[in-house]
């Protein structure tokens, strides 16, 4: 159990608040500062949790089994805090110096970067950056350009790089409007001609990373699909104890126990034994790839690599179908927007349209 009683106290009290906001609160943003998570993946150089691969999975399972957005939060905005360990080395001390750091914003290549000789000019319109109200410094994914002309790799495929901006230059469009995920704040934002130097640029590749670790080692995409993972993980869980619970409530009617309780009981606890093995799979497959980065950082398995993204898009399919057969067997209180199984359901419907693990995404 990586959560004790008070922090678990206060993930379940500020969720209510959170979804009215529609942003993380203050009691939230309190306790991921001072557990220092959206560190969770950053060097202990700069003051980070340096966390392995496995301990890092189970913290955001136990965490989105709590709360599915905030920890949807948590997970995306320390995924993007993991770029320290590819930025300038000089510039990561400075700006990781800062307690409150959160990075976040978008993974799509989009909008120019445009480089003049002496620095990139940065402009475009960019979607769904995590956090975006308590973000000190946006990234993002653009094509550059030489001048006018852009800028080719030797296959003839065009150039893009990574950037991070302090949020001063940002300007945030306030259009993140969905039915669930809502604290996650995910709104567009976009850039005008911002200026930035060279250092600010970077690739997310296991080849250019500046901090000697096997996490900065793993493929960027593998990392992403085994941190995202145990959001859902997390999530499911806790909806099938949810659906549980409805149906140990509803054995007291006995009218309702003599026809269904056998056949509802046989069912959930198919789908906890499953779940029970998607969780199974998940670390086995992380302690297999965590080997291999440490004894094998520049040739790891690509079979691997390939079983670990096909494994994390069934799951989260599974997931999806399960859910989808079961809500409709908690009735009208399912439908109650203040019921927590609505809650999570709303949850786990929004992240699975995340395109990542979305096998039609």
Known sequence: MYLDEQTIAVIRDSQAKSIQAKQLVPEQLEVIYAKNWFNIWVSSKYNGLKLSL???FNLIKEIAYYDGAFAWTVTLCSGANMFSGFINTDLASVVFSDPKVCFGGSGRANGKAVW???????????????????????????????????????????VVYSFFVPKEYVLIHYDWDTFGLECTASHSFSLDNVSVDKS????LKPSE??????????????????????????????????????????????????????????????????????????????????????????????????????ESRRIVKEIRESVTVLFPLVGISGAQRDNELNIVFRNIFTATQHSLLNLEG
């Not at 109200?133 to 002309?149: I, Q, S």
């Not at 998607?278 to 690599?305: F, G, K, R």
């Open 54 to 56: 496995l301990d890092g």
């Open 209 to 310: 990373n500046r901090v000697d670790s096997a996490l900065y080692k793993i493929p960027f995409m593998t990392f992403a699909e085994l941190t995202l993972l145990p959001n859902y993980l997390g999530m499911y869980q806790r909806f099938l104890d949810l659906v549980e619970k409805y149906f140990f409530d509803k054995s007291k009617n006995p009218d309702w126990a003599d026809k269904y309780s056998k056949s509802r009981f046989r069912q959930i606890d198919s789908y906890q034994q499953k779940s029970e093995g998607y969780t199974s799979n998940a670390v086995s497959l992380i302690n297999t790839l965590w080997l291999e980065v440490n004894q094998n950082p520049d040739n790891i398995n690509a079979e691997l690599l390939v079983e670990i993204a096909s």
């Open 200 to 203: 600010y640029a970077f690739e």
């Open 116 to 158: 003049n000789g002496e620095q990139y000019h940065l402009t475009g319109v960019w979607q769904y950056a995590t956090g975006a109200p308590h973000l000190t410094h946006f990234t993002l994914n653009a094509f550059v350009f030489d001048g006018n002309a852009q800028r080719v790799d030797v296959a003839g495929q065009p």
